[in-house]
């Protein structure tokens, strides 16, 4: 069984940063892709962000949040984070790891999930 643990996240205002962070609980044979997503209340579940396993440098960006966040692996390739830059109170959501053998950008195809942090915008 594989845990996604977060951490991060909080309130801040307009133009803020801020990071998460998400660690799986196993590293041996840790191959996934690692990506975030987020929800806002009253909406789906969207695509954030996601990071390979065998290139960290291969990582892939929604067209909102491109240029603002940025997505890394750890040494150990079972963690990773995001920096939030240039925030906007569009940003609020409640944002999620998630972890899967091939990048993608929807949910569905998603194995594991972290347990969801809260981020707030505020104007």
């Known amino acids: 069984q594989v845990h996604l643990v977060q951490s991060g996240g909080g309130w801040v205002h307009t133009g803020d940063s801020l990071r998460l962070s998400c660690v799986a609980s196993t590293r041996t044979g840790w191959t996934y892709t690692m990506a975030w997503f987020r929800q806002a209340p009253g909406k789906e579940r969207e695509f954030v962000a996601y990071?390979?396993?065998?290139?960290?440098?291969?990582?892939y960006y929604a067209d909102s949040v491109k240029g603002r966040f940025t997505i890394s692996r750890g040494s150990a390739k079972n963690a990773v984070t995001l920096q939030m830059n240039s925030q906007k109170p569009e940003d609020t959501a409640l944002y999620y790891c998630?972890?899967?053998?091939?990048?993608?950008?929807?949910?569905?195809?998603?194995?594991?999930w972290g347990q969801g942090t809260q981020v707030t915008v505020s104007s």
């Open positions: 998630a972890a899967n053998w091939a990048g993608s950008t929807l949910p569905g195809d998603y194995a594991y």
């Open positions: 990071c390979s396993w065998s290139d960290s440098e291969n990582t």
